[in-house]
């Protein structure tokens, strides 16, 4: 079983709508979580962080994480097509400042006009 | 503030022949990781530096790789001799202490044929 589980997608959406990016994990040490978006050729560039459970809200992404099923997720509302690009999520046990990241494979989002 | 550079973006090489990777992390930054993407995979974690000394190199594949970090500035991954499975992306990212997450640069795109 892999540490960390993502549909890689891709997922096609008209522009205004909601959508739901989730990812599940194994590891039960994993204290952080981050959404990183990576537009092509570039780097991944860290969107959402969270600690422990709970929720995150900027602008017009959220971020929600349940510990107790493993489960985290990322909504986006009034998504735009400067949206689209592959979304990660990535964990880890420790400070993500300094702490080994596990990624999922990522979500591939694209977002029509 | 400049990110985190590398270079070169892209190298195409034989089988058996030797590729050196720079990155050069954000001024400051006493964390520099390397990480991978091989094709259809998730990024994988290859090696952190704290300053110049080697924090975690649990995830470098084989002896075919070393890191070095000089003066705790930039880091170069050297792969001698590269094999065909070395194909990837490779990312650089820098990080300091308090921050949350890294900055990720934008890779280096290898070609091993």
């Known amino acids: 079983q892999k540490e960390v589980e993502q549909d890689p997608g891709p997922l096609s959406v008209p522009e205004g709508a909601i959508v739901s990016l989730n990812c599940t994990y194994s590891n039960s040490a994993f204290q952080y979580f981050m959404w990183y978006r990576q537009y092509s050729r570039k780097g991944p560039e860290l969107l959402m962080y969270?600690?422990?459970?709970g929720n995150k809200e900027d602008g017009r992404f959220t971020a929600q994480v349940d510990k107790s099923s493993k489960y985290i997720s990322l909504f986006i509302r009034d998504s735009q097509p400067s949206d689209s690009a592959t979304y990660l999520c990535?964990?880890?046990?420790?400070?993500?400042?300094?702490?080994?990241?596990?990624f999922g494979k990522g979500t591939m989002l694209l977002v029509s006009p | 503030e400049a990110g985190v550079t590398q270079f070169p973006s892209h190298s195409v090489i034989e089988k058996g022949q030797t590729v050196t990777l720079r990155c050069d992390p954000i001024s400051g930054h006493d964390n520099l990781y390397w990480y991978r993407r091989v094709m259809g995979k998730e990024i994988k974690f290859l090696l952190h530096f704290v300053k110049e000394s080697k924090q975690d190199e649990s995830g470098m594949p084989n002896n075919r790789f070393l890191a070095e970090r000089t003066g705790g500035t930039y880091s170069t991954l050297k792969v001698q001799p590269a094999e065909l499975e070395d194909s990837g992306v490779y990312f650089c990212?820098?990080?300091?202490?308090?921050?949350?997450?890294?900055?990720f640069g934008s890779g280096t795109r290898l070609t091993v044929v």
């Open positions: 990212a820098s990080s300091h202490p308090g921050n949350y997450g890294y900055t």
């Open positions: 969270t600690y422990s459970s």
């Open positions: 990535a964990m880890s046990a420790g400070n993500s400042g300094y702490s080994t990241l596990t």
